[in-house]
């Protein structure tokens, strides 16, 4: 995977079917034992809901799991699980806690009230979108620094700081798919070796695009 998007911060929001509330939690997490820690957390937490259902997907071994808690099969974990999916959200956990309102909803009243709290959640979370990026370095003459700082834009570079002393040095980070036509341009523009250097490869964020 060269690139994903995930949540920047944890997110709340809440849907109301036929009395019962839906409330959904969606995190950014990292890892299995994250996910099953903050489950636990919520449950313990909302001890007096009828159901705590949750899901969640991680790029680490591309793992999805989740849970009905007790909810018909197929009607809670899957839908929220489903969002998901559909907004390209990887490295998130989602809980959707139910408190009954005395009203059955049935098996489609369920799938559709735990897809849109999970949705609302979704829609309230700042995305941020990662791509595998090279941090490269660029050093320049004074005179080159201007045509530079035009070019670079157009590749969609984020900048990582500019050191200015005898030379220009230019640090910024460039997806790793853009790189190889960036390269071409600068030894076009510089006449010969423009002297990048790749200082790591890293995941960094991004515009959507």
């Known amino acids: 995977m060269t690139e994903f998007t995930t949540a920047a ?5 809440s849907y109301t079917e036929k009395r019962s509330e839906f409330i959904a939690q969606l995190f950014p997490v990292s890892e299995p034992e994250e ?13 007096k ?11 680490s071994g591309d793992v999805s799991r989740y849970s009905d808690d007790g909810e018909p099969q197929g009607t809670g974990g899957i839908p929220v699980l489903s969002v998901l999916q559909k907004a390209g959200l ?9 408190y009954f309102g005395g009203v059955l909803l049935g098996a489609s009243g369920l799938t559709r009230a735990y897809s849109e709290a999970a949705a609302r959640a979704v829609q309230t979370a700042e995305k941020l979108h990662y791509c595998e990026a090279y941090r490269v370095r660029l050093s320049a003459e004074y005179g080159m620094y201007g045509k530079v700082s035009y070019l670079l834009p157009e590749y ?3 900048d990582a700081g500019s050191d200015f002393g005898e ?20 030894t076009e523009l510089f006449g010969g070796d423009p002297g990048l250097e790749v200082l790591e490869t890293h995941f ?3 515009p959507a695009e």
Not at 9 to 13: I, K, Y
Request: aromatic fraction near 8%.
């Open 9 to 13: 911060a944890p997110v709340e929001a």
């Open 35 to 47: 996910c099953l820690r903050l489950i636990d957390s919520i449950k313990a937490r909302h001890h």
């Open 49 to 59: 809901a009828r159901h705590n259902v949750w899901a969640y997907r991680l790029r």
């Open 90 to 98: 990887t490295d998130v956990c989602v809980v959707v806690t139910r």
């Open 156 to 158: 969609g570079v984020i």
């Open 167 to 186: 030379q220009v040095s230019l640090l910024f980070d460039i997806r790793t798919d853009r790189f190889s036509a960036l390269s071409a341009r600068l």
């Open 204 to 206: 960094a964020v991004f």
